[in-house]
């Protein structure tokens, strides 16, 4: 099992920054890839930026040049800066988890969830 505890959401005003982090623990070397995802009022679950081990990092074209996702393995951390924040942004973000094992005849694939922390940028 893999524990998530994310801290940083707030209020902000537009154009204004905000740091998430997400702390992980118990199983984590099993873990491949972390990022973190959002969810507005109404709207579904939605990717914002992954990191995998190897750094490669991937984000959503909504947040690109906006957001910066990184890793600090020493303190088994993920962190996600959001700077020129929008009130489009507003939405509980969630952490995340990734494990793929791979078998000789199938693979798992496994997700790990934090508790959400909101973010809210007022206009």
């Known amino acids: 099992q893999v524990q998530l505890v994310e801290s940083g959401g707030g209020l902000v005003q537009a154009g204004g920054s905000l740091r998430l982090s997400c702390a992980a623990s118990?199983?984590?070397?099993?873990?491949?890839?972390m990022g973190w995802y959002r969810q507005a009022p109404g709207k579904q679950r939605e990717l914002v930026a992954t990191?995998?081990?190897?750094?490669?990092?991937n984000y959503a074209d909504s947040v690109k040049g906006r957001f910066t996702i990184s890793r600090d393995n020493a303190k088994n951390t993920v962190y996600l800066q959001m700077n020129s924040l929008k009130p489009e942004d507003t939405a509980v973000y969630y952490c995340?988890?990734?494990?793929?094992?791979?078998?000789?005849?199938?693979?798992?694939?496994?997700?790990?969830w934090g508790q959400g922390t909101q973010v809210t940028v007022s206009s």
């Open positions: 118990g199983d984590i070397y099993t873990i491949n890839a």
């Open positions: 995340n988890a990734h494990r793929l094992r791979i078998y000789s005849d199938h693979e798992e694939n496994s997700d790990y």
């Open positions: 990191i995998t081990h190897g750094v490669t990092t």
